[in-house]
Structure formats: C-alpha cells, structure tokens
T-cell receptor, first 114, second 114 residues
C-alpha cells in the first residue's frame, strides 16, 4: 500500500531564505507526482506535476525534483516571501504503475516571517 | 476557463441531522469528480470519486454517500450526521484519470457537527 510522508511537518524561516520541503513515498513505481499548496481554510492549488520520466519541474521560484529510485521528491522554494506561507502537500498515485486516485501526504506547514 | 464551485462554505449541524453538500464544475465536460475530507491532524482522505453520471466509487465505508445526477454536479450526502463527520470537505475535478492529470479543487466546506 502506497504511503506518503512529508518532512518536516512544520517549518518557520525568515524572509529571503531558500528552503527545501521533502516528500517520500513507499512504492516507487509511480505514474507521476504532484505538489499542491493549501492556504488556511481554503482548497488546494496545484503547483507542479512531475511525470515519472522527468527529474524536475520549475515554475517561477519553485523547483520540484523527483528521484523515483529512492522514492523521494523535494520542493525547493527560492528567496522565500511571506506570501509563500501555506501548507504544501505532495501526492502520488497508488504505485505499481497504477493510474488510480491520488494519495496525499499530511503536508508541511510553512511560515515565512517578514 | 474552468471553474469549480462548492457550497456552503461553512455549516454547523446537530448530530443526527441530514447533510447535503453540492459541487459544480463549469467550462468542461465529462470531468472526473472527487470528494475528499480533511480532518484535523490527518491527511486528505478520498471519500468518493466519479468518472461519469451515476457512476460512484466509494473509497472508504462510512456514514456518507455521493451522487452525480448531472455531468458536472457532484453531491455529498448523509441521512444522519455523526460527530466524527466533522471536518473540511473538498470537491475536486480532473479532465481525466487522476494519475495522469492535474486535479483542481474547490474552496471547501467546513462542517461542524455538534
């Protein structure tokens, strides 16, 4: 059974710092991996989708990498801003090459202090 | 452009009362639709998903049910709410199978069962 773990559960950094959020999954035979952002009391917003054949995806100050063999992904945020404060979740399909529904980690709650 | 609407935004209901949460998608046809629950301290849990009108798949046994009476309408219901049904409910859609496509989320409904 696919399990997704995100470390750390919470992170507080001063504005301007570069930071890395981690996501690990137990079944490395995934179809792709997605990173989402959730603001307090709001729905999720898709940030990046990495296909299994890709090693990384970039969007603005965000860079997500994928290492399938080790079952890991990282979300790198450059020059963090207070507006980046939110919970970041990663999600993968069930594994075994399945195209089934996503399984989410519990998220990393990021706080960027001005 | 596609939009997803979810209502109500917040709801306070007594134990034993019925529930109906509605989700509609605009700007697309034949979307895959999903209901998730996010409880405090827990990850995002998939409750139901639908690949077409009248087609509902349940991921976990529970006190809830879902229906899809129209192509772009997804309803989450309960005949008698339990305290454990409290949580943040999110509706989402994807243009195809979840593993291959980005999921787009509604703003969520905060349900408090008292």
């Amino acid at each position: 059974k696919q399990e997704v773990t995100q470390i750390p559960a919470a992170l507080s950094v001063p504005e301007g710092e570069n930071l890395v959020l981690n996501c690990s999954f137990t079944d490395s035979a995934i179809y792709n991996l997605q990173w989402f952002r959730q603001d307090p009391g709001k729905g999720l917003t898709s940030l990046l989708l990495i296909q299994s054949s890709q090693r990384e995806q970039t969007s603005g100050r965000l860079n997500a990498s994928l290492d399938k063999s080790s079952g890991r992904s990282t979300l790198y945020i450059a020059a963090s801003q207070p507006g980046d404060s939110a919970t970041y979740l990663c999600a993968v399909p069930p594994g075994g090459g399945s195209q089934g529904n996503l399984i989410f980690g519990k998220g990393t709650k990021l706080s960027v202090k001005p | 452009s596609q939009t997803i609407h979810q209502w109500p935004a917040t709801l306070v209901q007594p134990v034993g009362s019925p529930l109906s949460l509605e989700c509609t998608v605009e700007g697309t046809s034949n979307p895959n639709l999903y209901w998730y629950r996010q409880a405090a301290g827990r990850g995002l849990q998939l409750l139901f998903y639908s690949v077409g009108i009248g087609q509902i798949s349940s991921e976990v046994p529970q006190n809830l049910s879902a229906s899809r009476p129209q192509d772009r309408q997804f309803i989450l219901s309960s005949k008698k709410l339990l305290l454990s049904d409290s949580g943040f409910y999110l509706c989402a859609w994807s243009p195809g199978r979840a593993a291959k496509n980005i999921q787009y989320f509604g703003a969520g409904t905060r349900l408090s069962v008292l």
